[in-house]
């Protein structure tokens, strides 16, 4: 049952589609900008066009530029979580094109806001909708009759433009966690490449750092499967963690039990991804089994398990250089143990730990903070685009 005043409608009855264009490169001196699909990655919403590629065209039309208000969804992607994806265009700052892997929407009049559509079209439901319509298995190209006949309700064009003001409170919120999350994780990133390499010295602290082999201050242990059959839900044996799957949040979190036990990790162990992905690091919250798909570290006498860790976060990105196959990257034992490490006095590793632990402790906090707003928001949409929830307006 509809809410009094709203109307069931679907998005072709209020919008027009056209597809994108497949531009050639011309010797002309038109130049234009074009939106494709990895311009998507910037956010649902594009107001500025530093970032888009240029390119010269023969010729092109009004109706083959962008306008205010203006959206563009993903046609076609080799992944295809990508597709329905919508990019909204509040403001055409410049002439701009999109591309052929594109479906370009255009508003049919102005009893509709714009701002009202975009919180629909730019949501998780929509995007699962359009997926999932017709055969009920996702999509590999988004068609303009996918689009056209897809269902919405809509309330008089007053109330669109209250919901849609409270839900852009909403992203502002959220789009501001997001810029102060991004600074928090680069500030750390600078901060690792001063501290972990002695270029930038803790006040207190001089003297040398000295080089080491990992195998000459660290035990590493690395791991091997036990047989599938000493499998178990029951709680027999040990938890077993097998690999990246085992992990969240740079956790472990184990799946399975084995009966049959191998490698061991103990808690708090640095646990390091040693086939594909390699090098991912975490901390080891069980005394675990561990698979083949896992090393275990854990500094000897003298030395901090805590800067030991940020050092292993430092290096996540240069494992692909020592992985080894064709048919997945990997990385032997020999690679760890023979890994020089630069190391400092034992107080001053636990005091460059202990900055890199509260910068670590502050992305956390934003992260959360992030996760609670989109939450919010997610339900607050649930509420508001149902009617469930009226607005005063």
């Given amino acids: 049952m509809l809410p009094e005043g709203w109307e069931a409608t679907t998005l072709g009855k209020i919008m027009d589609f056209r597809n994108g264009l497949n531009f050639s490169k011309s010797d002309s001196k038109n130049l234009i900008k074009v939106v494709g699909v990895s311009d998507f990655s910037l956010g649902n919403v594009l107001s500025r066009a530093d970032s888009l590629k240029e390119t010269y065209v023969d010729q092109f039309k009004d109706d083959d530029l962008l306008i205010e208000n203006d959206f563009l969804f993903v046609r076609s992607n080799g992944n295809k979580s990508l ?3 919508c990019l909204y265009f509040p403001y055409v700052p410049e002439p701009i094109s999109f591309s052929g892997f594109t479906i370009r929407g255009r508003l049919k009049g102005c009893s509709i806001s714009a701002n009202y559509i975009f919180q629909i079209v730019a949501g998780e439901y929509f995007r699962k909708h359009i997926n999932l319509s017709g055969s009920g298995t996702n999509i590999s190209n988004l068609s303009q009759e996918i689009l056209s006949n897809t269902p919405l309700i809509l309330p008089p064009l007053p109330e669109q433009k209250k919901i849609a003001a409270i839900l852009s409170t909403w992203d502002r919120a959220i789009e501001g966690t997001e810029k102060l999350l991004a600074n928090s994780q680069q500030q750390k990133k600078a901060l690792m490449q001063q501290l972990l390499t002695g270029k930038k010295r803790l006040p207190g602290f001089t003297g040398e750092w000295e080089k080491h082999r990992l195998c000459d201050c ?51 162990d640095i646990l390091l991804s040693v086939r594909a992905p390699v090098g991912t690091v975490s901390i080891a919250l069980h005394h675990a089994c561990i698979g083949r798909g896992i090393s275990s570290i854990r500094v000897k006498k003298g030395n901090s398990q805590e800067f030991a860790y940020q050092y292993f976060l430092s290096i996540e990105d240069r494992w692909e250089r020592l992985a080894q196959g064709s048919t997945f ?65």
Wanted: charged share 25%; proline share 4%.
């Fill in 83 to 85: 597709i329905g994806r």
């Fill in 218 to 268: 660290c035990h590493v242990v690395m791991g091997s499967s036990p047989k599938s059959e000493f499998y178990n839900e029951t709680g027999e044996g040990l938890p077993l963690l097998q690999g990246n799957a085992d992990i969240k949040n740079r956790l472990s979190c184990p799946r399975i039990f084995t009966s049959e036990i191998t490698k061991e990790c103990q808690l708090g």
């Fill in 329 to 393: 990257e990997a990385v032997n034992g020999d690679d760890i143990k023979k890994l020089t490490i630069l190391l400092p006095s034992f107080p001053e590793q636990k005091a460059i730990a202990a900055v890199l632990t509260t910068a670590d402790e502050e992305i956390t906090a934003l992260e959360s903070d992030l996760s609670r707003l989109r939450q919010e928001k997610k339900a607050l949409m649930q509420q508001l685009l149902t009617g469930k929830i009226r607005v005063a307006v």
